[in-house]
Each structure stands twice: as structure tokens, then as C-alpha cells.
């Protein structure tokens, strides 16, 4: 018999986080609405108040064609992880 036969017997059919990431989302797309940006300083705070060693690194990259919703052909910003 398979370890896996037995695995939906021993899953966890709720998240116990589920309320908090809901509403870490809902604070997060509040913030994003309100600068009209990601809200990168807020996303560092809020995963280093979980715990999480934080880090950014900035980029640009220019694109051979303009992107999805604008016609511009360099992109930056900010990855947060």
C-alpha cells in the first residue's frame, strides 16, 4: 500500500492561517489602492512582522515590445523576498 492511499485521511481540510491571509490580502490591495503602486516599504514590514528575513532588489529591463497595458518598452520596479 502506498503512503499516498492514505493521505487524504491525514490533510487538514481548513487552513488555520486562512483568516489571516485574508486579511493580510485585503490590507495589502487597501495600500495598493491608496499609492496607486505596490506598497513595497508596507510589504517588507509585513512579512518581517511574520517572522520572514526580508530583502529588494531593484530592476529595469527593456522590453523587445511594448508590455500588456502600456506602450512602454522599460520596465522597473521593485522584487520584495
Same mark, same amino acid.
Given at each position: 500500500? /502506498?503512503?499516498n492511499a492514505m493521505? /487524504?485521511?491525514m490533510v487538514e481540510e481548513q487552513f488555520a492561517g486562512g483568516d489571516r491571509a485574508r486579511a493580510f490580502a485585503r490590507d495589502f490591495a487597501a495600500h495598493r489602492k491608496k499609492s496607486g503602486a505596490l506598497p513595497v516599504a508596507w510589504l517588507e514590514r509585513a512579512m518581517r512582522s511574520v517572522g520572514l528575513e526580508v530583502y529588494t532588489?531593484?530592476?529595469s529591463?527593456?522590453?523587445p515590445f511594448p508590455d500588456e497595458t502600456h506602450e512602454r518598452y522599460m520596465v522597473s520596479g521593485t522584487n520584495v523576498y
Open positions: 500500500m /502506498s503512503e493521505g /487524504s485521511t532588489q531593484s530592476f529591463r527593456k522590453l
